[in-house]
């Protein structure tokens, strides 16, 4: 990320509340722009060891706090092992969820801790996506789309409605916080319907004057 503009590939993010679409449209996108497609808590091998701490057993398991620092190291590890080497080598990276997800889960949601996520964010991970975009949903279709699928990871989908309507709030937030950065796309359409929407506003990022 020290190199001139140009010679580093893109670094494209999805964000939005469980069941949302954000996977099917981070896959949809990395394919369509020839980009490698990766995903947290997870991405590395060493984050995906952390990821399955986070995301199975049961919603009380860890505190708020002892959250923050599991998916802090686990960024950290996806940063160092596959991010950044990726885009110095000029690929463009697409990443189904990142350090927003933290603001809004553990900053907003969980608990309001957003001070320490900031901290924390700013000494161990320092780079922003250069565009993400939040698949946003209503939160009742997005809750029985996520708990269709039956994963067994569904840690964070039982916390219920009440706290994905919370989310869904503070993806909002966020998005009017960092305009330049953070787009909001209307998940409550056909997924290939979302995909045109999100490829169209990739391209015109890529080519625009934002981006080098
Ligand atoms: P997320 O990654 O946000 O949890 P997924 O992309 O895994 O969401 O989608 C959750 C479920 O909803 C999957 O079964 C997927 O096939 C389905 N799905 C995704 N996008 C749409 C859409 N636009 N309309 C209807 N179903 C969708
Ligand atoms: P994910 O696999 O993206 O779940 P889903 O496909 O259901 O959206 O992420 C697993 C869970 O981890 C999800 O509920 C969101 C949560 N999460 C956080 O709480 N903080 C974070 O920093 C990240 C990356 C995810």
Do not use: C
């Amino acid at each position: 990320m020290t190199l001139p503009p140009g010679s580093r590939g893109a670094f494209i993010t999805f964000e939005g509340i469980d069941g949302s679409g954000k996977s099917t449209q981070a896959k949809a996108l990395a394919t369509a722009l020839g980009a490698h497609l990766t995903r947290e808590p997870g991405g590395s091998p060493g984050a995906e060891e952390i990821r399955r701490l986070l995301v199975e057993g049961d919603a009380g398991r860890w505190s708020p706090e002892t959250e923050i620092l599991l998916f802090t190291a686990a960024r950290r590890d996806h940063l160092e092992k596959t991010i950044r080497p990726r885009l110095e080598r000029g690929e463009s990276v697409v990443s189904d969820r990142f350090a927003d997800s933290t603001r809004v889960y553990q900053g907003v949601a969980r608990a309001s801790l957003g001070g320490l996520v900031d901290i924390l964010h700013a000494k161990m991970i320092g780079v922003e996506p250069d565009l993400t975009f939040v698949i946003d949903v209503d939160p009742q279709t997005a809750l029985s789309r996520g708990l269709a699928r039956q994963s067994g990871e569904d840690r964070f989908e039982s916390l219920g409605l009440a706290f994905q309507q919370e989310l869904r709030r503070g993806f909002l937030a966020l998005a009017n916080s960092y305009p330049a950065r953070v787009q909001v796309i209307d998940g409550n359409r056909t997924a290939a319907d979302v995909a045109t929407d999100v490829l169209t506003r990739a391209v015109g990022f890529l080519n625009g004057p934002d981006h080098g």
